[in-house]
């Protein structure tokens, strides 16, 4: 073991692109033996490429990482090295293969468990680190990963980056380990995590959940845009801090949003459902000519619910949203949006060949027409609509998709976060195009994850697990509102418990001691 | 000089129908060589009369594979054999049944298709499994049916479906004008567009509001009603329905499509194809009837030039 508090790696300038998009800008930082430090963000921050980086499974851009024992270690660092120089990875999707056992899923880290009696050993190792690290956790070592309750599969999953054969673990890297877990069984890992670094251990633990954080951490750091932007003793940060820390300082909104118009809860919702997992009475609404955004941390069931709204599911109330037409922007163009046989043209005309039909045929003068017509509007970057639609960049493939959904005849837009790795210039435009049509009495239900583009929006809801927390209408809506609601009763501020909702999920019950 | 190079290849490479063309124009040329020159007419005229019973069931499977990976219909000689047997028992070789019989026939498919939809939807059997199993049921019901008895066709009927203008077979005019049809139903309908969306990407296509299950189920119970059809006509052309006239159809619906040009993989079709991969699969048979050759060198040559042709064809999709 390294002694306590030197530096096992130190991270210099480290920066990664994904093409125009920066990930990660110029981090340092100094990860110490002995010393649990946290790291905390919104989506998009960086912190799951950081640790991609130190787990090897990505290439930076540049920069170095300095190990203690080996020196530099850069470029050619890749996961074998990682897990040479003691480091393990609990990642947030769980790496287990379903189709094996947990003893066969404990074997696949440990090439060194090999010949006869393989699967004894295995069994016995991973079984006597989950005994060590959540007693009673009720797994047998036979069980087939994929037939385990997730919040069983996370447990498998961190005990198997605590095992070890024959080189020592160094440093544990757990990205949001609780996620699936109960407060019982969280607690469990939270306190042998403890026991690890007081051995010397280090440990980098990220969790969008505050109080865990400021629990178990002794060093808190908080990034933002891919770049790092505090880093302190944990004991200097509170909930209120550290949400600040994370979010840049609310903007001054310009005087039109402040202005906005006041809901007319008299007037019948054009859209109004219930999410699958709200248990109280909120609904999502959106009235005619509103902008709604859907906020909160990615994957909280804002999709879920626009595709309930799309498919004209939950309604259950009579709202005239039933015969009106809808579209939707999906933002996974690849998987969800782009026809990749097809032309510009005929992926944006596919949203409006009713339109376009006459006698039974689509017109193809009609079609040409609106092909050109849009090209303008929209200024898709492209000498000619019948050129395939992948030869378009990014951006302009995904405002091929905004023409598709604009030139429809609907009445509500869906957007599924459709602005990720789309040009600030492109957005822009996109912007003033949503604005206009919002203003010809378009409705718009914004799905983002960009705080950015809640100023837009004239309504607010902000989803946690599933339900909305949060409604926030006009000057309400700031960005560190949003934040605190996205965030475990952020709301109310906060309960002594370090679990708050996630505890009652019933997934998370499954993985409960028996 | 490239650039115009280029250009012809780019004609060439957007009708990936051509390869199929010149396949059946290259097998036909060399069996008039061989022959000297004599029946060159009447090869042709051949060729189109049995392309067309190919054709009619390729249309039906092209729309089916073009719904993307994992579509096929396989249940089409089945329900040829059913809607033949049931259509020329009901007529009883009266004239006066024709259209009550082709009514019949229709029926047939449709609730074949019906069935097979059924089978994939509400039972979430993958379409390969479902439409062979119904194909089993469909089978079974023509053998307890027809009894094995093959029944003669109306004499109108064999004539229609015999008939030919100046040698030239009228029902493959008739089937020219249906692949025609077919053609723009696919390129400027709503459907059609719809179940090349579907075979691009199916996810994408509901959520740009496209039906994706009526679309599905449309174009199955198309393919059992053109099988259908193609039975009821056959057992006019050759004579009554047999309980075996189908089989030869099932490779036959899918080979027209693949070496026509279609994308196997879904979301990219064309109708011209099918008529020259039917025309091909005939004539390249009768050439090597023609050459005398052995039953197992015929079928090892017949292998091996289709696997040509589709890697031509096939070249366009990289």
């Keep these: 073991m390294l002694n306590a508090l030197e530096p096992f790696i130190t991270v210099d300038g480290v920066g990664k692109n994904y093409g125009a998009v920066q990930a990660l800008q110029s981090v340092d930082l100094k990860i110490l033996a002995g010393q649990a430090l946290g790291i905390v963000g919104h989506n998009g921050a960086g912190k799951s490429t950081l640790i991609s980086i130190l787990a090897g499974t990505q290439m930076p851009s540049g920069g170095e990482l ?7 270690s850069l470029p050619g660092y890749k996961v074998d090295q990682a897990q040479a120089h003691g480091i393990r990875c609990v990642f947030q999707e769980l790496s287990l293969c379903p189709n094996l056992t947990v003893a066969e899923n404990a074997r696949i880290l440990h090439p060194a468990i090999r010949g006869v009696g393989w699967k004894a050993r295995a069994r016995r190792l991973i079984s006597d680190k989950l005994d060590e690290v959540f007693p009673g956790h009720g797994i047998n070592p036979d069980d087939e990963v994929g037939d385990l309750s997730i919040a069983k599969r996370q447990m498998v999953e961190i005990a198997r980056a605590f095992t070890k054969v024959d080189s020592p673990i160094h440093l544990i890297i757990l990205d949001e380990p609780t996620s699936s877990l109960d407060a019982i069984i969280a607690q469990q890992l939270l306190t042998h995590l403890r026991g690890f670094v007081d051995q010397g251990g280090a440990c980098i633990l990220i969790s969008h959940l505050l109080e865990e954080i400021l629990q178990s951490s002794d060093r808190i750091v908080v990034m933002r845009d891919g770049g790092v932007v505090d880093d302190r003793a944990a ?13 840049s300082v609310a903007k001054e909104k310009d005087e039109a949003r402040k202005a906005a118009k006041a809901r007319q809860q ?14 109280d009475g909120r609904r999502l609404q959106a009235f005619s000519g509103e902008i709604v955004g859907l906020a909160g941390l990615s994957g909280h069931g804002q999709t879920d619910a626009l595709i309930d709204v799309y498919q004209q599911k939950r309604r259950d109330t009579q709202g005239p949203a ?7 922007v999906p933002g996974d163009r690849q998987v969800d949006g782009v026809f990749p046989l097809w032309s510009i043209g005929m992926n944006i005309v596919i949203g409006s060949m009713r339109q376009l039909t006459r006698g039974g045929l689509i017109n193809p003068q009609a079609e040409a027409r609106l092909c050109e017509d849009w090209r303008e509007k929209i200024a898709i970057r492209t000498p000619d609509m019948n050129n395939n639609i992948l030869s378009l960049s990014g951006g302009n493939q995904q405002k091929a998709l905004f023409a598709r959904a604009l030139a429809s005849d609907a009445e509500i837009i869906l957007m599924d976060d459709p602005m990720r790795g789309v040009d600030i210039g492109t957005k822009q435009e996109v912007y003033e195009m949503i604005r206009e049509e919002a203003g010809l009495g378009r409705t718009f239900l914004w799905y983002t994850t960009e705080m950015d583009e809640l100023e837009h929006c004239d309504h607010i809801y902000v989803f946690r697990n599933g339900a909305i927390v949060a409604d926030l209408a006009g000057d309400e809506v700031t960005e560190q509102r949003v934040l605190h609601a996205s965030f475990e009763d952020g709301a109310e501020g906060g309960k002594p418990e370090a679990k708050g909702p996630e505890a009652k999920e019933p997934e998370a019950k499954e993985g409960t001691a028996s | 000089m490239t650039a115009a190079l280029s250009k012809h290849f780019k004609i060439i490479s957007g009708k990936p129908w051509i390869w199929a063309f010149a396949g059946a124009f290259l097998v036909w040329g060399a069996t008039i060589l061989y022959t000297g020159g004599t029946g060159a007419g009447q090869i042709l005229s051949a060729a189109l009369s049995f392309a067309t019973f190919s054709v009619i069931v390729g249309i039906g499977q092209m729309y089916v594979i073009t719904l993307g990976p994992g579509n096929v219909d396989l249940s089409i000689p089945a329900t040829m054999t059913f809607a033949g047997a049931v259509s020329m028992k009901i007529m009883e070789t009266q004239d006066a049944m024709i259209l009550p019989g082709l009514v019949i026939a229709l029926l047939c498919g449709l609730a074949v298709g019906l069935f097979n939809y059924g089978l994939i939807h509400a039972l979430r059997i993958p379409p390969i499994i479902a439409t062979l199993s119904s194909s089993f049921l469909v089978q079974s019901s023509a053998i307890a049916y ?14 229609f479906t015999t008939a030919r203008i100046a040698g030239f077979p009228l029902l493959a005019i008739c089937v020219i004008l249906l692949a025609a049809i077919m053609s723009v139903v696919l390129h400027r309908t709503v459907f059609g567009r719809s179940v090349l969306a579907i075979g691009q990407n199916p996810r994408a296509a509901a959520l740009a509001g496209v039906k994706v299950d009526f679309i599905r189920l449309a174009t199955y119970l198309q393919s059992a009603v053109l099988a259908a059809l193609c039975g009821y006509l056959l057992a006019g052309f050759s004579g009554g329905a047999s309980l075996n006239m189908g089989a030869e159809y099932l490779l036959a619906s899918i080979a027209v499509v693949v070496i026509g040009g279609t994308s196997v993989a879904g979301g990219f079709a064309n109708l011209p194809g099918l008529w020259g991969a039917a025309l091909f699969m005939f004539l390249l048979v009768t050439m090597l009837n023609t050459f005398g050759l052995s039953a197992g060198i015929r079928l090892l040559l017949t292998g091996v030039i289709i696997v040509g042709v589709i890697t031509l064809a096939g070249g366009r999709r990289d």
Excluded: N, Y
């Design chain 1, 66 to 72: 300095t190990f203690a024992q080996s020196g530099i």
């Design chain 1, 235 to 247: 004991r200097d940060f509170d909930r209120g801090t550290l949400v600040e820390a994370m979010g």
């Design chain 1, 266 to 279: 008299e007037s019948e919702a054009l859209v109004s459902i219930r999410p699958a997992q709200q248990s």
């Design chain 1, 322 to 328: 039933k015969t009106v037409p809808m579209a939707l």
């Design chain 2, 146 to 159: 027809g009894r094995g008895l093959k029944i003669k066709p109306p004499e109108l009927l064999a004539e």
